[in-house]
């Protein structure tokens, strides 16, 4: 059963750019969620998204940040017109479906670098 | 401001050596708490988690002590290998009535195993 996975690994833009960021949850979870981590801080909650919908998005940014999880394929993860300080690990987790908290798998993350 | 911290930054310990991480949480309406383990450059990594109707729980070389009264948190790694060398981060899950809802990370405390 493969993991959380995320595509790129590493990505480099230029200010200006848009930057997608790929997470394709575990095999039968259909929770998602994305986080951001600075170095050295721990990561800070941006959104959390079942198919078709947006939970809770209380972590974005209110400009040039949005997320889907369409009903098929990946959940993605857009930044537009990135600027220096979007530099940072974008983490996905995904969890099962289910009443109350549980455990969230993490992703090994995109590094995103903006020069 | 956060509602999740920790009060040691980093921990260096002695091969052999128990570890004691503590995470100190400021939310009363949290239910549920993880920690999580992440070396470099990689995704954070499930280690143990505890509800709040628990005030222990113990896992292989790992336990989770729950003070709720203080609202602290703390995890006992026993006999610490330098596999354990990583950053750990203390999470809490704030119940919004079943649904799922985010995590709420520490900054991290980073474990040095000395051989």
């Known amino acids: 059963n493969a993991g959380v996975m995320q595509n790129p690994r590493h990505l480099v833009r230029r200010r200006g750019q848009e930057a997608r960021l790929r997470c394709s949850p575990m095999k039968g979870h259909s929770h998602v969620y994305w986080y951001r981590q600075l170095p050295e801080e721990g990561l800070k909650f941006m959104v959390y998204l079942q198919k078709e919908n947006i939970i809770d998005e209380s972590g974005m940014p209110k400009e040039r940040f949005s997320a889907e999880f369409p009903k098929e394929g990946p959940s993605i993860l857009r930044i537009q017109q990135v600027v220096r300080g979007d530099s940072a690990a974008y983490f996905c987790a995904s969890s099962p479906k289910g009443q109350g908290p549980n455990e969230q798998f993490f992703g090994p993350g995109t590094r995103l670098t903006v020069l | 401001g956060e509602s999740v911290g920790l009060h040691l930054p980093t921990l260096s310990v002695q091969e052999g050596d128990n570890s004691i991480i503590n995470c100190a949480y400021s939310?009363?309406?949290?239910?549920?708490f993880i920690w999580y383990k992440q070396e470099s450059g990689k995704g954070p990594q499930f280690i143990i988690d505890i509800r709040s109707n628990m005030d222990k729980r113990q896992g292989q070389r790992v336990t989770v002590l729950l003070n709720k009264t203080v609202k602290h948190l703390s995890l006992q790694i026993a006999a610490t290998q330098p596999g354990d060398s990583a950053v750990y981060f203390c999470?809490?899950?704030?119940?919004?009535?079943?649904?799922?809802?985010?995590?709420?990370f520490g900054k991290g405390t980073k474990l040095s195993v000395k051989p």
């Open positions: 939310n009363s309406a949290s239910d549920y």
């Open positions: 999470a809490e899950n704030v119940d919004y009535g079943g649904s799922q809802g985010n995590l709420i």
